[in-house]
């Protein structure tokens, strides 16, 4: 299975992207689908997650609000809508799944076995 992550780019403090992570496969089957961010030299962060059958949100304290996490089942695509952003949210976002995941592991990196190639957001102060 390979997730392909896009919308990244440079925005000004307080503007809004929205970016997307498809599927390769069709038959593949996720219990969560989820992003996580990297800055430089900091460790990976879980930012927002999306349960594929109940479509229940998880989210970062530090996004709460601002972002919003959806799935589009037809696209086999999530998407993560970020309004309000700011210089902080600078990193380089992932986008996770994985089909045995439980719900006490979906803010750990280590627990997905399936991974984007990172899409890079900038936030200009």
């Known amino acids: 299975v390979q997730l392909q992550a896009s919308g990244g780019g440079l925005v000004q403090t307080g503007g809004s992207l929205r970016l997307s992570c498809a599927s390769s496969s069709r038959t593949f089957s996720p219990r969560f689908m989820t992003w996580f961010r990297q800055a430089p030299g900091k460790e990976r962060e879980f930012v927002a997650a999306?349960?594929?059958?109940?479509?229940?949100?998880y989210y970062a304290d530090a996004v709460e609000g601002r972002f919003g996490i959806s799935r589009d089942s037809a696209k086999n695509t999530v998407s993560l809508q970020m309004n309000s952003l700011e210089p902080e949210d600078t990193a380089v976002y992932y986008c996770?799944?994985?089909?045995?995941?439980?719900?006490?592991?979906?803010?750990?990196?280590?627990?997905?076995?399936?991974w984007g190639q990172g899409t890079q957001v900038t936030v200009s102060s």
């Open positions: 996770a799944a994985d089909s045995a995941i439980i719900l006490t592991s979906i803010r750990s990196a280590s627990a997905y076995l399936h």
């Open positions: 999306i349960s594929v059958r109940g479509r229940q949100t």
